[in-house]
């Protein structure tokens, strides 16, 4: 039988997954896939850690040296994280020729240009399922399931820390304060959670996968992002007067103005199967011209969930002769002549806050009409203090350009201020 040697660097919550899955299911992969895989090194700071799980003391190497030079080690797992030695000991695995699975989203979105030119010098592989949504195989669906087709668009909920926390805002009624809290507790949400809150990991992503969806490097740069912490009660209660939940949605879509790529909390209308996932799961609704519509659902993160997506790169590879590469050029920069579409069409809800006097909302429809937006749905509501209304405005689809200009207009009104505007999926 064939035998594969693995080394994994980085023993934390991902990597413990990763050696757990390996060490129980290694009798069924030999049934199964005809493969014997061995962990033969491990590299951790904390031997200790390492000891914990069973690992045996001569398999825990010093330094990433003794790891490269290794020759059982075929395979290198990767689940350091971050950009520093995390890049440098993949690229000493790849220039030893070693074949290497990361969980690293950061990693390959900002290198994976440089990780795949040492990749193919040293005829090794390089495959990052688990660096995107977790369990879920969205990789593996765009390179092999819907590879027939030209994708036209991907919506996904990526990042279960943001979905955590909206879900608990809008069925618990909790602050955004108090649910990040909880989606700290519970282990979801980092002591610093900017990377989740403010979309960074959605964007790293959204930029791996419109890259593979779209056969093209679609770098971070051209990626448009906005974070949740903005997110209020106010814009929830909203949403549910209005048949919308709150989520912070990617979206990547193939346009005849160019590829658009985004990253914001968005309304989404109650029946979009979307709107089903809650709490920490994760999901990708892809369109391709053939297939139509296909959605993805799981786990995005955990130990094992992220486990099962490395595990199932490392037998992609045992049992492939040959190395699967991307379909791109895979350069630091979009190759020349591939456009981004900045001014994305989409619909818009607005909340504005007028004076309650004869004549502001005409003022505020004239505006709206003479940038070309068209109105889909109206709701006022007339506070008791000093004469003020709410007026929120949904609109049917519209450009960027166009709610930018229209918002300036209002507010340059005296009587009126836009105090939210957000995107709307129906
Ligand atoms: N922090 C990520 C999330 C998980 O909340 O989805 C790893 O990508």
New binding site residues.
């Given amino acids: 039988m064939k035998k594969v040697g693995l080394a994994i660097l980085g023993l934390g919550v991902v990597g413990g997954g990763t050696y757990h899955i390996l060490t129980e299911h290694r009798e069924f992969y030999q049934k199964t896939q005809g493969v014997d895989i061995s962990v033969e090194n491990v590299l951790e700071i904390n031997r200790e850690r390492a000891l914990a799980l069973g690992i045996p003391e001569e398999k825990i190497a010093s330094n990433i040296a003794e790891v490269v030079t290794n020759p059982d080690v075929n395979i290198v797992v990767e689940v350091i994280g971050g950009v520093g030695v995390a890049r440098e000991f993949v690229l000493a695995a790849l220039n030893a020729g070693k074949t290497v699975v990361t969980s690293n ?1 950061e990693l390959v979105c900002k290198y994976s240009h440089e990780l795949e030119h040492a990749a193919k010098a040293h005829n090794a592989g390089l495959y990052f399922e688990a660096s995107c949504v ?1 369990g879920v195989p969205i990789i593996r669906t765009l390179l092999d399931g819907v590879q027939a087709n030209h994708i036209t668009s991907m919506m996904g909920i ?5 979905n955590y926390i909206l879900t608990k805002m809008s069925n618990g009624g909790e602050s955004y304060e108090s649910a990040l809290k909880e989606a700290q507790r519970l282990g ?1 949400a980092e002591a610093d959670p900017t ?2 809150v403010e979309g960074y ?1 959605a964007a790293y ?1 959204l930029s791996i996968l419109s890259s593979l969806a779209f056969h093209t490097k679609v770098p971070l740069s051209e990626v448009s992002r906005e974070g949740i912490s903005s997110v209020t009660q106010e814009d929830i209660a909203d949403g549910k007067k209005l048949g919308y939940c709150i989520k912070l949605l990617a979206i990547g879509k193939q346009t005849k103005d160019g590829i658009e790529v985004r990253v914001h909390p968005t309304f989404v209308k109650a029946d979009h199967p979307l709107a089903a996932v809650n709490d ?1 799961f ?1 999901a990708v609704y892809i369109t391709g011209d053939s297939v139509d519509d296909v959605m993805l659902y799981g786990r ?2 955990g130990a094992l969930p992220t486990g099962s997506a490395i595990v199932s790169d490392v037998i992609f590879a045992a049992t492939h002769a040959e190395n699967k590469y991307s379909t791109f050029k895979n350069e630091e920069k979009a190759e020349k002549g591939v456009k981004f579409a900045k001014d994305y069409r989409s619909a818009y809800y607005l909340r504005i806050s007028a004076t309650d006097k004869t004549g502001v909302f005409a003022k505020i429809t004239s505006i709206l009409g003479s940038n070309n937006i068209s109105l889909d749905e109206v709701l006022q509501k007339v506070s008791d203090e000093n004469d003020r209304a709410t007026i929120t405005l949904v609109t049917h689809e519209t450009h960027e350009t166009a709610i930018h200009n229209a918002v300036s207009k209002i507010n340059a009104l005296e009587v009126a201020s836009v105090e939210r505007v957000l995107r709307v999926v129906s």
Wanted: aromatic share 6%.
């Fill in positions: 989203k977790g990526i990042n279960g820390t943001t979801y990377s989740d990991d992503k920490s994760n995005g993160a």
